[in-house]
Structures are given as C-alpha cells and as structure tokens.
C-alpha cells in the first residue's frame, strides 16, 4: 500500500488503512530506535522545520529526535512573541521558511485550523503536531500504537476518555483513531466539557464516571487545565476529583487487564490519585519510545508519499 | 535456471562460503527483502547440513537507505529489518536474489554497518546480470552469470512465494519497465 | 434625458405588476409605461433599451451594508461599496454605523452623505448608532442624525447588552418615526465563538456560538418592541428560534419586521468544514435545520426582506487562523443569483422575491419612496436576465472585499442595467 496525502493534518481525513499503514511503518521505525546506531538515511537532503507557536518540550523534542533519526535536516522555529507582535502572519512565517527549503512543516499551534491554513497556501507537506483543540495526531497514533503493542489488535477493545473533551485535541484525535480501527468510545466527564453532539460520531457519552468506566480496557485521562475553573465549567478541583477523578477503586470497575493512558504531565490528586499515578509509570515511558517510531513513519510518509513527488 | 540448477547453484555457494570463511563459526547470513530471505534461509539450511551448525539468520529491508528517494512514486511500504544478532566482528553474507545496478547491494551494506562493524562482508547472489553496473559493486558468490539488455527483465521465482523455482528472462516493451 | 427601456417584463410588486411593459424614465423620475413607442424611439435625445425576456424591477434596496468609510478605507470605501451595489443591481443601500468614527452624530452622517454624493453611485442612506461610540451605554444624538439624514438606528457590529439602554433607545426614537435594527447577539453567551455551535464546531474545535445567543436577544427586544411600540426591525435572522419568536410576535400585532441574507439561506455550517475564512461570519452559518427554517420564514412572510450584510475585508486579513479572521461575507455582487434559488426551488416566486428586495425594504426605512415603479417616484431601475449562467468570479468584483464562499459557483441570473435617477450606473 502506498501513502497518498501529503500532509497529516488529523486522524479524521485518515482512513483505517493509512492508519494502520502508519502503525506498521512505526513498527520498522521503532526497530531502527533499538540499534545502535539510531539513525537512517531516508531523510537524507530533505529539510524539516519544527515550527512551534506554542512551548512543548515533549511533543517538539520528539519531533526532532524522529528527524534527525531519519537524517532530515532540521530547524526549530519558534516565534518569539515579538515577532508575532510584529505582526509576522502565521502565513508570512511559513512562506519565509518554505523560502529557506522546508519540505517538511511540522507545526503546533493554538488555534484549530491553523495546519489547513499552511497545507492550503503552501507547497510543503504539513505534520500537525497538535492545533487549537482540534487534532493531535502524533500522539493518538502513539497513544493506538502502544495499544496495539499491548493488546495485539485495537478493534472491539472498549475505551473510555475521562475529563475535558471539549478542550481537547488528543480527546477528539484519539475517539476518530479508535473508532476507525474498530474500538467501542466512550466519553466522560461533566456536561459542560463535552462537546455538542459528539454522539453523532459513534461515541457513547456518560457524566458518570462509575458507569463510564463499567468493563473498559482502556481509561484515557485528560489532562484537566485549571483555567477552566475560572471560566465556570466546573466549581473546584475539589469537587472535579471527587465525581471524575480515577481512583484504585473505581478503576476495579474496568477490565482487570486495564491500561491507564494519560497525555501528561499528570495533575495527581485531581485526574488521577497519587496510587494510579504510580502504578501507570510503565505505560509512560513505553510511550517516550513509541513518539519518536510514530513520528518517523509519520514523516518518512508524508515526505515520500504521493502528493510530494 | 529450473529448480534442480538452483538447488545444484545454492549448494555450490555453501561450499564455496564454508571454504572461504574456514567453517561456519563466524558466518551470519542476512537476506535482503523479498526473494533474498528465502535464498538465505536456504543457504543456512544447506550449511547446516554439510557442518552441523545453523549459522544464525538475519533479515533486511533496505528502503530507508536506498537512493532514489524522491524519484518513485510506488514507493514501497517500510517493511521490518530483523537482525537478532551482533555483527561486530564477524563474517555476514548478504543474500539477494540479482545483482544489477548494485544500488540495492550499496544500500544493505550502509544498513548492515549501521548494526556495528563486521570482519566482513561478502555478497551471495542467485543471478548476476551484468553490464548494467553503475556502482563498483561485485558479488563473491554467484549461482549463473546472465547478459541482458536493460530492455529484459530478469525474475527469479521462489517455491515459497511463487509456487516453483524458476529464473527467466522477460523482454519488456521499453527500458523503463526493467527493474 | 430620456430612457426607454422596451418590451421587459415589467415587475412591481408595489402595484402588483407583472406583465410585459415599457417603460419610460425621464428627469430623473419613472415617467410612465407608454404602449405606443415610435415617437420615442425616432427622437434621438431618447436612450432605447431593448428588454424583452428580460425582467425589469425597481431597483434593489439593500438595508444592510457596511460601507467601512470612514474609518477603514482599506476594506471598502463609498465609492467601490456604491459600485459594488450597482453591480449587483442594488440602487439604495443602508450603511451601518460601525465606521470610525462610529455614526453616532450628525457631522459624521454629514460626511457619509457627503461621500455618497460626490463619489457614490448609487443612493446612500446612512444608520445611526443606538449609543456614543456604540458603547451600549449614553444614547447617541438619535433626533440631529435624522435630521441630518439618517433612516434608522442600530447596534450594528456592537450590540446593546444592557436592555434598560435598549429600552430607551427604543422610546426615544418612537420621537422621531424611526425603525430601530437590533443585531441580536447576547455577547456573554457568544463569548469567543467564532462559528455556529454544534457537530461541526465539535469535529472543528472551534469555539461555537449557540443559537441561544441570538433567540434571547430577539426575544428581549421583542418585548421591549411590546413595551414602547417602535418599530423593531430584526437583521440577518439565523436561527430556527427566532424565525419562531418573529412569527409568534407578528401573531400578537408587535411591530416586528425580520431580514434573511443570501449565506444564511444558502449554506449551512458545513461549508467551514475545510476553516474557509470566507465562511466566518456573524451570525454564524447555521445548521441545515436552520436554514431550512428561514427559508419557511421568507415564504410565510415572517422575514419580510433580503440584504446582504455586505461585510468586505481584505484578503489579508482573511488569510490568516480561522479565530483571528474577522466576520464578514462581501455579498452586494452575488445577491440576486443566490435569491434567484429561491425561486427555482419554489420558496418564493419572482415577484415575492422583487417584493423582498424592492417595496419591503423600502417601507421599513419609512420615509422613502423609493421601491416602486410608480410614476413619479425616482427612476431607480434594475433589468436583469434571470436566466443567464454565470460563474462567480470574486477577483472581478468592484467591492475591495473578495471575501466569498461562493467563489466559483455557477448561479443563474446577470444584472444587465443599474439605474439610479435617471442614470445608468452599471451595464453588463
Ligand atoms: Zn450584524
């Protein structure tokens, strides 16, 4: 099977093939990560920035080892809020590293659409790495990856999301992710943090954490961002805890063999009790290898696949 | 080439490989996907047979490291390398079903270093098409020498994936349809 | 100067006419429908115009614009918005208050009016703001605008949150005869939302603004509408709810009148789906259900007119993230294509649909006689081929806005010939 797209904007326009094309190819990727010498010539003369409008160390760390693994040559770009001040477009930024010989435009940004943007005006082939709470491709295909490795095969497993789906772009990557390989989804958390008519892609909606968690083999926790409070979505952390929060407790509820996922860096004692939080450690750090193998396929594919020939 | 050359071909290169590496001791055997896995399986098979021991079997893709990135729009998938062993120090034989251009050769060996550092590296082939060489690449073992015009195209059929044992030569309507 | 235009189909709604007609403008004024033309068309001083198979209407009348001038010239100016209105077969257009300087006093009105004459081509009558710098607090100089010729007042752009100032806004100009226009939009509830609220907000995680935000406002100023008696004139209806709310306020005899544009009956929320910028608007697109509902609303009569909510940005500022793009959709130059719909699809006939571009809007803004064919009334005339296919072309539009979701499509209708006064503004 060949890639067709050129760009990987979401799990959405993906099919199950092409995601499942993703996951074999982090497979190989993931082989190369376990030599010696980490590092292939796929990439050799292809330029690929990492433009970066929002901090995150993790996801752009991860970006950037996947590259230089695949021997691209790599910038890191990160508008300073100066230049944005300046009033520097998103779209004068882009055309300006295109200019310098980007192929590849890995960006993160704050607001959902910003990837199309670039993918519509530009020539290079656009990686999402997380825009506004739209998609987070990179890390659901990490997140279906380390499932996969653990469970041998994704379709008729059950999965809950707890927290804040409204918010969220790894919530509404993961739930396209799942659903198109076959995974039963559900949702959770309080009403005004979930998204309007979300049903209507398959998902089954809950408010009460007990009955959401009632034989699932995955619980994906969200991670709750404080500023929400503020603006009334929920009254405190507190009371968040007490109705949302996983507890040993209620994660007996779930399958015996159940895998906790949590995106980080965790708020313990608010998503997740200090006692989860530990026992989780190992599905963690897989993850950190795994980023990096997903990202390699996700960049080696779009850099040779159809559209950029 | 029918099945009963390949097999007599194969079994002359076990002997030749035991006799150049001294024994089997140091040998690893790695095939380059597709149709070189299944030749290397058979070579280990065959030199388990004459000395007793199974020298251990490797498998490569070669597609993060070949050069025409950029050229091919069918673009083969990334398929999985599986060596379980060290090569430091040893002595690997690369298994592929033609030498041609010698491009793909030049690709395994890159790969094959990226694992460590062998004594050395030699090259076990089932067909050698020469006069196409465009890089100063040539094989150590070779079942039968073929001249072709690039207009042909050489395919060699395995039991395993193709139900028979077979090499034989197409002619192709134009050059650009020759592998 | 004399314009003969032969052998159209004369339609006017405001005498019920809808026949083949000519007719005769002269000095600037509808002379009349002589059967008999040979003397005319022998006397060289007589422009002859041959209309047959083509319709032939009073002018349009587009009750809501935003011109951008003064203030922001880089979007629009009076003269390439005047142009723009004549292009699309538009001889009056209502120009909303949210310039810079807001139109919250007489010499800004002056201004406009001033524009509008000497570089404008077709008739420009402005709209107060409710409130001093469309603050939503101390009522702007309501009784001098009118005077200085202002046809309405309204929160445009801005709307009043505060329903004790809207309240008064609405007394006070009872005082003057004139209609206020409420851009319904409860700001707390919108917060910002920068698109409708629902399945496609979601699949998009862009922040939604409920239709809510628009039916308590259309609620609210309903029964402030009750409570003073003015006349409340409600814009760019988008919702299901508040074409709703106008069809029960009706009912009970409220002096309510409700406006549909071009996009909201066209499109629904899923045109966003790619974040087109030119789709952003506010209100937002709506879902189908929605638009459905306002098209039901524009057959029964509940929306009385169609105006475009001529909203030009530049391209610039469109192309950029979907949550920084500003609102707006530049429609003066795809409007009668796009109401043509109506009429293949059977919501409207041809004269319904006249009747909302022509005699409706004309008799909100009341002191217009504007609207009708009637002899005597000025000769605003628009002849177009309803027919005709054409392909929307935004790099050929004369507003500065490209701004358009509907780049590309291929509608049915060509204004042939504008005339404003007497004069023809625009020809095909
Ligand atoms: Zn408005």
New interface residues.
Partial sequence: MVFEQKHILGLEELSSDEIRLILDTAESMKEVSERDVKKVPALKGVTVVNLFFEPSTRTRASFEIAEKRLSADVLNFTPTESSVVKGETLLDTARNLEAMGASVIVIRHSMSGAPWLLARELSSSIVNAGDGFHEHPSQALLDLFTVREIKKEISGLKIVIVGDILHSRVARSNIWGFIKLGAEVRVVGPPTMIPRDIEKVDVKVHYNIENALEGVDIVMMLRLQKERQESGLFPSLREYSRFYGLTRERLGLAKADVIVMHPGPINRGVELSSEVADDMHSVILNQVSNGIAVRMAMLYLVASGGGSG | MDSETITRALSRIAHEILERNKGAKELRIIGIRTRGIHIARRLADKIQELEGIKPPLGTL?I????DD???K???P??????IAFSVEEKNVILVDDVLYTGRTTRAAI??I????RPDFIQLAVLVDRGGHRELPIQADYVGTRVMTVRTQKVEVLIKELDGRDEVIILQLGSPNEAR | MKILIKDGQLIDPSQEINEVRNLLLSDGKINGYPSDTKELEMDSSVQVIDASGKVVSPGFIDLHVHLREPGFEHKETIRTGCLAAAAGGFTSVVCMPNTNPVNDNASVTEYILLKARTEGVVNVFPVGAITKGQKGQALAEIGEMREAGCVAISDDGRPVMNSRVMRHAMEYAKAFELPVISHAEDLNLSSDGVMNDGFTSTILGLRGIPNASEEIIVARDITLGELTGTHLHIAHVSTAGAVRLIRDAKKRGVKVTGEATPHHFTLNDKAVLNYDTSTKVNPPIRSREDMEAIREGLKDGVLDIIATDHAPHTEDEKKVEFDLAPFGISGLETALPLALRLVEDRILTLTELIRKLTFNPAQIIIRSNRGTLKPGAPADVVIFDPNKTVKVDRDKFFSKGRNTPFHGWRLSGQILYTIVGGEIVFSA
């Fill in positions: 893709d597609t993060l490291y070949r990135f950029r050229r729009t069918d673009w998938s990334v398929q999985k390398t599986e890159d790969a270093m990226d694992y460590g």
